[in-house]
T-cell receptor, first 113, second 115 residues
């Protein structure tokens, strides 16, 4: 059974600082997704990582995937308050395609002024 | 529509009653998914539809849960004889296909409260 672990689960940081969220998963997969969720809202897709070594950047967020280590990272650069949200990684364990994503428990990020 | 829509946005029901939750996927998306988000369990896969293929029901927690997708578009998730542990946010998502290269777009969810 695929397990997806994120850490930390809670992260409080100051504006302007850098930090990394980690997502480890237990079985082979080359498809990993990062989502953002604001309180009371649904999930917003941030990144789709589809191969080993994939790196994607959008604004202050950069995501990478190492399929050999079964690890993805979400790096936050010079955090701003607007980045406060819960971030989920999700892994697709299937061989054939995107079916049942397995989600981590989420990292609740709070960026303080 | 522009995105995945779900209705109702909130549903409060009494234990033992049946409820129906509706999902309208993005037009042209052939794959549709239901997930459940609860405090204790996080985000859990429930069921997946792809085109006219038989759905993958492997995530449904009990036989009280069922779902159908009519005409390859709208889907309804039905929970019979609701229990308090069914209280959660039920999220629907759709993707262009199940090729594994297409991200899933999520709807706003239905918050179900079972009293």
């Amino acid at each position: 059974e695929l397990k997806v672990e994120q850490n930390p689960l809670f992260l409080s940081m100051q504006e302007g600082k850098n930090y990394t969220i980690y997502c480890n998963y237990s079985t082979t997969s080359d498809r990993l997704y990062w989502y953002r969720q604001d309180p009371g809202k649904s999930l917003e897709s941030l990144f789709v990582l589809l191969s080993n070594g994939a790196v994607k950047q959008e604004g202050r967020l950069m995501a990478s995937l190492d399929t050999k280590a079964r690890l993805s990272t979400l790096h936050i650069t010079a955090a701003v308050h607007d980045l406060s949200a819960t971030y989920f990684c999700a892994v697709d364990p299937t061989q054939g395609g995107s079916e049942k994503l397995v989600f981590g428990k989420g990292t609740k990020l709070t960026v303080n002024p | 529509g522009a995105g995945v829509s779900q209705s109702p946005s909130n549903k409060v029901t009494e234990k033992g009653k049946d409820v129906e939750l509706r999902c309208d996927p993005i037009s042209g998306h052939t794959a549709l998914y239901w997930y459940r988000q609860s405090l204790g369990q996080g985000l859990e896969f429930l069921i997946y539809f792809q085109g006219n293929s038989a759905p993958d029901k492997s995530g449904l927690p009990s036989d009280r849960f069922s779902a159908e997708r009519t005409g390859g578009s709208v889907s309804t998730l039905t929970i019979q004889r609701t229990q308090q542990e069914d209280s959660a946010v039920y999220l629907c998502a759709s993707s262009l296909s199940s090729s594994g290269r297409d991200e899933q777009f999520f709807g706003p969810g239905t918050r179900l409260t079972v009293l």
